[in-house]
């Protein structure tokens, strides 16, 4: 839902606009978003020419060449692979720094310097791990070290005693880094300092104006931005040194605290590597990158921003990029729209599904599978391609809507005939083709695996046979049990292609007929979807004896009671048969399912339960709101949805 949390409002402001929906030319609210930058993520390992994939350090001189370290040797990125420097050890890179278009490198006990393709030695260090260097200026630099800090000038080191005497028992320093008024700072285990031109080195304890104090221990790295703010990150979170302390943590929206790096990037943003992943901050938003989508490993060793803004990671597992690229919305759009055509749709009906690598990022091979959430995820997507087809008028986006809608209506027509018989009206989850192995056999939907699910905390949980259930021609099985998600979904999915996209009095009445049966048999089984032993499926329960008077029902209550308002407008709207909204009404007067559906979800505060019925409810409030023809119920709908997003989605 986080990726939603602009597009969401647009939706409800659609209905709220009261456009007239029968029309084809109707003007949809647009806003223009214009370019902004993608950010895409890149894996460089050892097949790309690293010479490991144990990557340790990264660097950019500032003409834009990437250096990297690994634990066996330093590469050059040429913009089409890495290239090995040859003439230095192939072994261990502690630490490398970019001094101008130099760049400086550790080896064990060694510092060389490469430029334009050449080494050479030019300093020995003292022993321990070097941890990070930090350039002063040109004849100048620090090491930080396990040791201690050193400094290194005119190809001498030697040991900065002063703070030497100031870091206690514990010596080991983890960062250091210089600022334009030749500055500098050292994060070490034992604290945070700082030591000014001329001046003495000072242990510094940061206090925020809102009255919160630290002493720092096990501060990870430090940095100076382009406006010589200072930075430091400890378990403790995050701190910055301006003309006061501002400190930030979890509460200040710090996604995580085990700190490894910090490095300033692009327009003063900074990038804090951790044991888990990567955060950007800008002053004001923190985002975090974790996982395979974004990183090699989700240790982060080191990072190097180069001045457009793209940051290079080092990782145990390989060397990450994530870049930014100019993009607009539609090219976003046409590069996932050709990931489904050529990975996602399944079967001849292009169901949007959840499929598989074997191998993660491996493309070549994919494992298709059903979900019970095929049809649901199926509307989603071809919503998407009614809003897209209202505003481009693009005959590709129509293509796909109309391929979406011919998925779904088979979900109705697959029971019709089939091995058992099913009640006009009924919808299937999900279909599978004959040709695959019989789901029937799978663990989950034997006997014995619904009597297992029954019995780990299901009480409600039907067991009966068969699950899936062969068509009439015998090419599909269907699925069965069918839950109120895949209902939503479809009552969202087909006011959307029957207003925006069917433009043939043939085609519209395909709609109305699908949504006709689906709802009369809801009505005529007290709002009860009822499956082909007679019993109604797990989750597609909406009566007043359930939902007001069930304890089993309580959690549901809302939603469900939303859901149900909903579907009854959607069949009004399509249908033009009135006999809908006298059902909506009847289940307000006599059963409050209106003030049910006021409070469509028990929250426990921002961001707590399951999230699908987030996604669920937002559908459902978009439908009430646009197709009621109830005012006052309009009027409930809307401020329910206020307050709902208030809670749901403020930050």
Not at 90 to 116: F, H, M, P, R
Not at 208 to 231: I, M, N, T, Y
Request: hydrophobic content about 35%; overall charge negative.
């Amino acid at each position: 839902m986080t990726q939603n949390r602009y597009i969401i409002p647009w939706l409800i402001l659609f209905a709220l606009w009261g456009t007239d929906s029968n029309a084809q030319d109707t003007n949809i609210p647009c806003e223009k978003i214009g370019v902004y930058e993608q950010e895409v993520s890149t894996i460089y390992t050892q097949k790309d020419g690293l010479p490991s994939n144990d990557v340790t350090c990264v660097s950019i001189t500032p003409d834009g060449t990437v250096y990297a370290g690994t634990t066996n040797g330093l590469a050059v990125w040429n913009e089409e692979k890495w290239s090995t420097i040859t003439d230095i050890p192939n072994a261990a890179v502690q630490a490398i720094i970019a001094q101008g278009d130099t760049i400086l490198a550790v080896y064990g006990k060694e510092l060389y310097s490469i430029s334009s393709g050449t080494a050479s030695k030019i300093a020995g260090l003292p022993t321990g791990t070097i941890h990070d260097l930090a350039a002063a200026d040109s004849n100048l630099l620090y090491a930080a070290s396990s040791d201690g800090l050193y400094r290194v000038r005119n190809n001498h080191s030697w040991l900065d005693e002063e703070l030497h005497a100031l870091l206690g028992e514990n010596k080991i320093v983890y960062a250091a880094a210089c600022n334009s008024q030749h500055s500098i700072a050292v994060a070490a285990e034992s604290g945070l300092f700082l030591k000014h031109k001329g001046g003495k080195w000072t242990a510094l304890y940061p206090s925020s104006k809102e009255g919160r104090s630290w002493a720092p221990r096990s501060v990870k790295s430090v940095a100076f931005d382009q406006e010589d703010r200072l930075w430091f990150a400890s378990p403790q979170g995050v701190g910055c040194l301006d003309s006061s302390w501002t400190l930030y943590t979890g509460r200040e929206g710090l996604p995580y605290n085990d700190f490894t790096c910090l490095r300033i990037g692009w327009k003063n943003e900074l990038w804090f590597g951790t044991k888990i992943g990567a955060i950007r901050f800008d002053g004001n938003e923190w985002a975090y990158r974790q996982g395979h989508a974004w990183l090699p490993h989700d240790e982060v060793r080191d990072i190097a921003v180069s001045p457009e803004g793209h940051a290079w990671f080092a990782t145990p597992a390989g060397l990450g990029l994530i870049e930014r690229r100019p993009m607009t919305l539609a090219q976003k759009a046409t590069f996932y729209e050709e990931e489904i055509e050529k990975y996602i749709k399944r079967t001849e009906y292009g169901y949007t599904s959840e499929v598989h690598l074997p191998n993660p990022g491996d493309k070549s091979k994919i494992i298709y599978s059903d979900s019970d959430n095929d049809g649901l995820w199926t509307s989603m997507y071809g919503a998407g391609e009614c809003f897209a087809y209202a505003v481009t008028k693009d005959p590709q986006a129509k293509t796909r809507a109309k391929q979406a809608f011919e998925a779904l209506r088979f979900l109705s027509a697959a029971p019709v005939g089939g091995e058992v018989k099913q009640q006009p009206g009924f919808v299937a989850r999900t279909v599978v083709p004959t040709t695959e192995p019989d789901p029937n056999q799978r663990g989950g939907n034997t006997i014995e695996g619904m009597k297992q699910t029954r019995a780990q905390g299901d009480a409600l949980w039907k067991v009966y046979s068969p699950r899936w259930v062969l068509t009439k021609d015998k090419k599909y099985w269907y699925k069965t049990d069918t839950s109120s998600d895949e209902l939503d979904g479809h009552y969202f999915f087909y006011p959307l292609y029957y207003d925006l996209v069917a433009d043939t009095p043939e085609e519209k009445e395909r709609v109305r007929e699908v949504v006709q049966n689906i709802t009369d048999h809801l009505v005529r089984n007290d709002y009860r979807l009822i499956d082909h032993d007679g019993k109604p499926t797990r989750w597609a329960i909406y009566s007043p004896a359930s939902l007001n008077h069930n304890r089993n029902w309580q959690n549901e209550r809302g939603l469900n009671s939303l859901s149900i308002l909903s579907y009854l407008a959607v069949a009004e709207h399509i249908t033009g048969d009135p006999k809908y909204g006298k059902a909506s009404l009847e289940l307000r007067e006599k059963h409050a399912f209106d003030t049910n559906a006021m409070v469509a979800k028990i929250q426990r505060g921002i961001g707590s339960g399951n999230q699908s019925d987030d996604e669920m409810a937002i559908m459902n409030f978009y439908n009430l709101i646009q197709y009621t023809e109830d005012e006052e119920l309009r009027e409930e709908m809307t401020y329910a949805f206020y307050q709902y997003w208030i809670l749901e989605f403020q930050r």
